[in-house]
């Protein structure tokens, strides 16, 4: 298939869509309806947290929000029930008019079947479908690594003629198989993964691709996604060089020279924001291991906030962290 995915993300990745959710990894797409998905949707091991994603306000992308939850396997339902509760604070946008609630949910025919119910009236219209497939599959991608189709119900009748499906979750890449790159939303509040097409395969040299996918994390997003680079929260902050060390000593680690302007950020949510819309990019790389900071060429022994980088800093391979607005 030519659906190309790697959880980000989710993980939204997480997509991963961490949060690296669906067609933009480099990884192809499980055919849906496989075994390994059973009616009851439980996941195979008890999870502490869940993602569901929200619309941005003023721009056409959605958020992952990361949810702490009581440990349970019910993770689709209740990832499904964050979603429905509604945006849990006023950086996010509702998905779906309030007072609807869950009614049943299960797996039959290769299609995740989610059946609402409420007492207002509701039309398709009013339901942003991307984000109902985003939650569940950010999930069905943790479980199981793959992806299905949604139908949705309401009030016992289908809102769908057919089967719902989707590419990726903010696909600027035209379609083809690339990378999720995070940047900021438009209030700095959330990260918000991008697909752009820096596509591993493209590279023989995996610096090379290390070095066009940090440059396009350090470069402005597309205009019609509404989000900007977190470097740009700095003034005159340029991502100058990279370089991708993998043997001896230092495997693993990646290597980003900055403009001086790095040892000039003025606050702590500048730097909280630029550092993790970093590590959210390099968490579905398993093989970078550490991320080394310069400015100007020379190490730095700390940032304005007192945080240490005279050492490199570890790249944590989850999503979990990052927007994260549950316990």
């Known amino acids: 298939m030519k659906i190309y995915q790697n959880k980000l993300l989710l993980a939204l990745a997480l997509l991963l869509l961490i949060f690296g959710l669906t067609a933009c990894q480099n990884k192809p797409q499980q055919e849906p309806g496989r075994s390994e998905l059973t009616t009851d949707l439980l996941s195979k091991q008890p999870q502490t947290s869940v993602t569901a994603f929200f619309k941005a306000p003023d721009c056409p992308v959605l958020v992952p929000l ?24 006023a950086f996010v946008e509702a998905v779906i008019p309030a007072g609807i609630k869950m009614k049943d949910l299960y797996f039959a025919d290769g299609t995740v079947h989610i059946k609402l119910t409420g007492d207002v009236p509701l039309q398709v219209e009013q339901v942003n479908l991307q984000a109902f497939w985003s939650t569940v599959n950010m999930e069905l991608l943790e479980q199981d690594n793959t992806t299905a189709a949604l139908l949705l119900y309401y009030n016992d009748q289908p809102l769908l003629n057919e089967p719902y499906t989707a590419a990726a979750v903010n696909d600027f890449g035209g379609g083809q198989a690339g990378a999720y790159v995070y940047f900021a939303d438009p209030q700095a509040m959330y990260l918000v993964p991008v697909c752009l097409p820096v596509n591993r395969a493209d590279f023989e040299q995996e610096a090379d691709f290390f070095t066009a996918l940090l440059q396009a994390w350090a470069s402005p997003p597309p205009a019609e996604s509404g989000v900007y680079s977190t470097l740009a929260t700095v003034e005159g902050l340029e991502l100058l060089s990279v370089s991708w060390q993998a043997d001896g000593q230092s495997a693993g680690l990646l290597t980003l020279d900055f403009s001086n302007a790095l040892a000039g950020i003025a606050s702590s949510a500048q730097e909280n924001l630029l550092l993790d819309s970093l590590l959210a990019t390099l968490a579905p790389y398993r093989q970078v291991q550490e991320v080394q900071l310069l400015a100007g060429g020379q190490p730095l022994d700390f940032l304005p906030s007192g945080l240490e980088i005279d050492q490199p800093l570890p790249v944590k391979h989850s999503l979990d962290a990052f927007n994260r607005v549950g316990q």
């Open 66 to 89: 990361v949810f702490g939850i009581n440990s349970s396997r019910d993770t689709i339902w209740v990832a499904l029930e964050k979603l429905l509760a509604g945006p849990p604070d």
